[in-house]
């Protein structure tokens, strides 16, 4: 696994490409960033944060506040860190050998890296969607349940039944699945799939929710329930989402982050970032000139 | 010349090569199911007769005197009456011209030595046929056997044939009064092994394969499924977890003879174990599995795809209930068919347990995994070993006996990875 994983995220580092236009012609220092990284009701602060696999590295220095229930959306080319950025924030790192993560986030003020920090309790409290819908081969009843059972959630096969039906109905897939709750949740349509996966995480309760690219492998319409589902979820949520379209990031996030060669460019309000950019590059991105 | 005719004339070419290609495939496999039905053919052919059993019908005369005992004798002194002499009355009867020693001899063979303890469990069985006379379907020995299914040629001149003309006329009148019969050979599954090709049976063999695979699996599996969940999933990626992984690889291609030198010297001569007794062989034997079933297992976990183990991971699992929960029952499939073929495989090994004295000519059937007996494929190298015509056929058949269970293993393996496979 960790080998599979690894090369999926490191390999654009690796190979050092960042699309048509290099960091060369480009010619441009990366400085500071732009914008406002920082906020006042942090949930998540990340200091200063160097990810390396083995010895490239492949986040520099990136300092960036993740408000309170607030949809930040991350974006950038490929190979620009921002899923392994977001990976640091639960520590799905750890599972690859050769990666070293260097600065200080804080969750709620504790360090996560801290060595008294228990990263399955972190996982409980920062959960995460994939980029491939991947439930379990099991029911999808089970699939929901899964992660109240192993955190000894509920106290009885009724509280459990009432958890998953409310994370269901909270992910928009109850009335869709109500009648084959015990049908395996592989046979679902990926985009009910990816629901699926949300619902499970939802059951869990978490405080911050990590979406790597949640739409990417969807349909149009399925993205469109995803989106709204984003909408609905930031009521209770933290989220922080990956994504490789701009059109969504500009729908769901409050605040959008640019991410470029490892290192975090410009930050604001996504409004601010889609229309007024102030650094060149995130200019370059946006209007589609590299990525 | 344009393209279009450049690409047609190399089409031809390439066309041709495949042609060649797809032929030589089917010849080879023409030629590999060819050798193959062949072998089974020979196996079938000789092994049928192995399977039909030639009585001789007596009427022996159960009277009070001639065997010393009453219906109210204890059951040692029947256990110990003298039921030879009945048969051979029996058989003097018929042929009463026969009065030379050496000739009563020659007749007394007629029926297999185990006729005399077929009687007495019959009497045992049955005390009221005491005092009376009765029509019994005695063994006959395998040289009677073998004239009748054939195996004896009757044309052949007498100084080239085992069987003498005399005895042959004996036959002979008995096929004529209809008193030489055959019936299913019963007893070839139901006892053990015998001097007496006869009277050989393949129960004790099929016993004894059972209790070494049974240690067997009960040894090389847990251990097996919990190494490779250890070196799949959480062992250190470092020179020694390097260094393992090699010699494990290095043992699947160990000949398996030193497994069985080692269990000599380590089980039998250093822990004192029994000698020829299951439990040794099956330890041996999983030795040997061992690192089968860790390959397969490995591979089997490797193949599981890492979003289920990221999935696990992300909603808080701890690496253990990652493992046991989802990557364990997916990649359970691939494991239990890498145990079966490698069980199979140890079903079919004959060289280490030589080495520990499973080779011995053991007549008791085994009753647990610590009583003496011999497996399988070494019951058909004693027998293909033994100069007794009549083994030959028992040879046969205990072959066709080990390939109907290695088949069926393997059948069970299909059914399994087709039952537990899961699609993504």
């Not at chain 1, 010619?27 to 914008?35: A, H, L, Q, R």
């Not at chain 1, 969607?129 to 699939?143: A, E, H, L, T, W």
């Amino acid at each position: 696994m960790n080998e599979a994983v690894m090369n999926e995220l490191a390999e654009p580092i690796m190979k050092k490409s960042s699309g048509p236009e290099t960091e060369e012609s480009l010619n441009i220092e990366y400085g500071e960033t732009v914008g406002q990284p920082f906020c006042e009701q942090a949930k998540i602060k990340t200091k200063n944060v160097n990810v390396f696999y083995a010895d490239n590295q492949a986040i520099h220095d990136i300092s960036l506040d993740i408000g309170s229930h607030e949809v930040i959306a991350l974006i950038g080319p490929s190979g620009c860190g921002k899923s392994t950025y977001l990976r640091t924030l639960n520590r799905m790192n750890d599972t690859i050998d050769i990666c070293r993560v260097e600065g200080q986030i804080l969750l709620d003020d504790e360090d996560i890296y801290h060595k008294k920090q228990d990263p399955v309790l972190l996982r409980a409290r920062v959960g995460m969607v994939f980029q491939k819908p991947n439930p379990f081969p099991k029911s999808i009843y089970d699939n929901v349940a899964y992660g109240p059972r192993i955190h000894g959630l509920t106290r009885n096969k009724a509280e459990l039944d009432d958890l998953v039906e409310a994370s269901l109905t909270k992910a928009g897939l109850f009335d869709e699945v109500k009648d084959r709750l015990h049908a395996p949740g592989t046979g679902l349509s990926g985009g009910q799939q990816q629901r699926l996966c949300i619902a499970r995480t939802i059951a869990v309760q978490p405080e911050v929710i990590l979406m790597d690219e949640p739409a990417s492998a969807l349909d149009p319409i399925a993205t469109a329930k995803i989106e709204e589902l984003i909408n609905e979820l930031k009521e209770n949520f933290t989220i922080v989402i990956v994504t490789h379209s701009m059109q969504q990031a500009a729908r769901v996030s409050q605040r959008t982050a640019y991410f470029h060669m490892g290192r975090l460019i410009e930050v604001g309000d996504t409004d601010q970032i889609f229309t007024n950019p102030a650094h060149e590059l995130t200019e370059k991105y946006i209007t589609g000139r590299f990525g | 010349m344009n393209n279009t005719d450049l690409v047609k004339k190399s089409l031809q070419k390439r066309y041709l090569k495949e042609r060649i290609f797809k032929t030589m495939g089917f010849v080879s496999i023409a030629t590999a199911i060819l050798f193959l039905l062949i072998l089974l053919t020979d196996i079938i052919g000789k092994a049928l007769p192995a399977f039909s059993q030639t009585n001789i019908e007596l009427q022996v005369e159960l009277s009070e005197e001639q065997l010393g005992i009453n219906a109210n004798s204890s059951e040692d002194d029947i256990r110990n009456a003298d039921y030879r002499k009945v048969i051979r009355e029996a058989l003097l009867g018929l042929f009463p011209d026969v009065t030379k020693r050496k000739e009563k001899r020659e007749l007394y063979s007629l029926t297999s030595m185990g006729a005399e303890f077929q009687l007495r469990d019959t009497v045992i069985e049955n005390p009221e046929f005491l005092g009376t006379t009765q029509t019994i379907n005695f063994l006959a020995d395998d040289d009677v056997a073998g004239v009748v299914k054939g195996n004896i040629d009757r044309n052949l001149p007498e100084s080239d044939r085992r069987v003498k003309n005399q005895k042959l006329g004996w036959i002979e009148t008995l096929e004529a009064n209809g008193q030489i019969n055959t019936t299913f050979n019963w007893q070839f599954f139901s006892s053990g092994d015998s001097r007496e090709p006869e009277m050989a049976g393949i129960k004790g063999a099929i016993l004894g394969s059972f209790f070494t695979l049974l240690v067997t699996l009960a040894l090389s599996f847990p251990i097996a499924v919990a190494a490779a969940i250890y070196l799949e999933e959480f062992a250190p990626k470092n020179r020694f977890i390097d260094f393992i992984e090699i010699n494990i690889n290095n043992l699947a291609a160990v000949p398996s003879i030193v497994f069985g030198l080692l269990g000599l010297a380590v089980f039998i001569n250093f822990f004192s174990m029994p000698r020829s007794a299951p439990v040794v062989g099956g330890i041996v034997l999983s030795l040997m599995t061992l690192p089968t079933i860790i390959i397969a297992s490995r591979s089997a976990i490797k193949a599981v795809p890492p979003s289920l183990r990221e999935a696990a991971l992300g909603l808080g699992a701890s690496k253990m209930q990652t493992v046991f929960h989802h990557v364990l029952p997916a990649a359970l499939p691939g494991i239990l068919t890498g145990t079966i073929i490698g069980m199979a495989q140890a079903l079919g090994e004959t060289a280490p347990l030589l080495m520990i004295g499973m080779v011995a000519f053991i007549v008791d059937i085994p009753q647990s995994v610590v009583d003496p007996s011999t497996v399988l494929p070494i019951q058909v190298f004693l027998w293909a070993d033994s100069p007794e015509r009549g083994f030959l056929e028992k040879t046969s058949a205990a072959i066709m006996v080990l390939l109907f269970f290695l088949i069926a293993m393997n059948a069970i393996a299909i059914y399994l990875r087709k039952k537990f496979e899961k699609k993504w």
